[in-house]
């Protein structure tokens, strides 16, 4: 069990940002509508991610470290259809074997929950305590006892990096959802959880580039899509200028970019990305998301229609724009 749990590491624990995504994923399946992060040096030294969603029953919590856990899968047929983001139930225990892991979750609102802290898959404390309804986890010294992993990691700017682009996407993805971001004392990010995506867009990217982006939405049968797309004079010199979400879910997807660059042809400069955020949702079926473990790859079964959807209402966005 603690081996499996180590080799699970090594896949689902990569660096910081791999540990953020899954608790932030854990934090909305939990139904939270706040999430704040608080991150030093990177997250290597400390993560800490503070929910308001369901919590965790006291006697579920020392269960929930255990592999393949989840309580997200009611049946075989369930894995066809995955609707909630985490579906694997190895993030936890992952997480805990590679860091020192305090957890405080109270499922209701009566204020009685319980404290779990693990240290390299080591159960140290597990005590009942007063808390709020929600989730807190504190991780510290990631990798403490993977010296190797550790030895990987870059500099505490690159890893700050990495989890602010988690927070960028999470928080594109859940408009409603109130995140805030401090590093080393910092706040970073703060959106407002109202809904309003271009309200979401002005944290990230500044208010004028925001102010300046087109609204997009389209129907299709098999797709629908909505989002925002920058005027071609908004450009970056980076990929991660494209935010592609496929039912709420953040996915590097070619199938999506490269229509979506399609559409900006010959209002591009190469090598400029414009800055864009697409929101396409589909029947769970028609998407496969379990291609890679990271869950960042999706395989689509019509991709070649979705290719031209996508290209077609990222056309149909610029042109009603007088630029
Ligand atoms: P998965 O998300 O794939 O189910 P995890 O290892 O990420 O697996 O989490 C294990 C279980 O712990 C989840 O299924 C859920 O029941 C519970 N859990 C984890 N994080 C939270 C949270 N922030 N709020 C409520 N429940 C949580
Ligand atoms: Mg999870």
Do not use: W
């Amino acid at each position: 069990e603690h081996l499996a749990n180590q080799i699970a590491a090594g896949e689902v624990v990569e660096r910081p940002s791999s540990v953020l995504k899954e608790l932030i994923e854990n934090a909305v399946d939990a139904g939270a509508t706040t999430i704040d992060v608080t991150a030093e040096e990177g997250g290597l030294s400390l993560l800490r991610i503070v929910d308001n969603g369901s919590g965790i029953e006291p006697d579920d919590l020392r269960t929930a470290f255990q592999r393949h856990a989840t309580s997200k899968i009611a049946t075989g047929k369930d894995l066809f259809q995955i609707v909630t983001l985490g579906f694997r139930g190895e993030a936890l225990p992952s997480i805990a074997a590679v860091a020192k892991v305090r957890c405080v979750s109270a499922s209701d609102s009566s204020g009685l929950g319980r404290v779990l802290e693990i240290e390299g898959g080591a159960i140290k404390i597990e005590e009942d305590v007063s808390a709020p309804q929600g989730t807190d986890m504190t991780i510290r010294e990631l990798f403490f006892n993977t010296p190797a992993r550790l030895k990987y990691m870059r500099t505490v700017q690159t890893e700050l990096s990495h989890l602010s682009d988690v927070i960028y996407r999470q928080a594109l993805a859940h408009p409603n959802i109130a995140f805030t971001f401090a590093h080393n004392g910092t706040t970073l990010v703060r959106t407002q959880g109202n809904g309003d995506l271009r309200q979401v867009a002005a944290a990230i990217y500044g208010t004028a580039a925001a102010k300046a982006m087109i609204e997009l939405s389209a129907e299709h049968p098999d797709y629908s899509i909505d989002g925002l797309v920058a005027m071609p004079v908004e450009t970056r010199s980076n990929r991660n200028a494209i935010t592609v979400l496929v039912n709420g879910r953040y996915v590097r997807s070619p199938a999506v970019v490269q229509p979506l660059l399609q559409a900006y042809h010959t209002l591009l400069p190469i090598n400029r990305y414009p800055l864009a955020v697409l929101n396409l949702r589909m029947h769970p079926t028609l998407v496969d998301v379990n291609v890679h473990p990271a869950k960042l790859e999706v395989r689509f079964s019509k991709e070649s229609e979705l290719r031209a959807f996508v290209e077609q209402a990222v056309k149909q966005a610029l042109g009603t724009q007088a630029y």
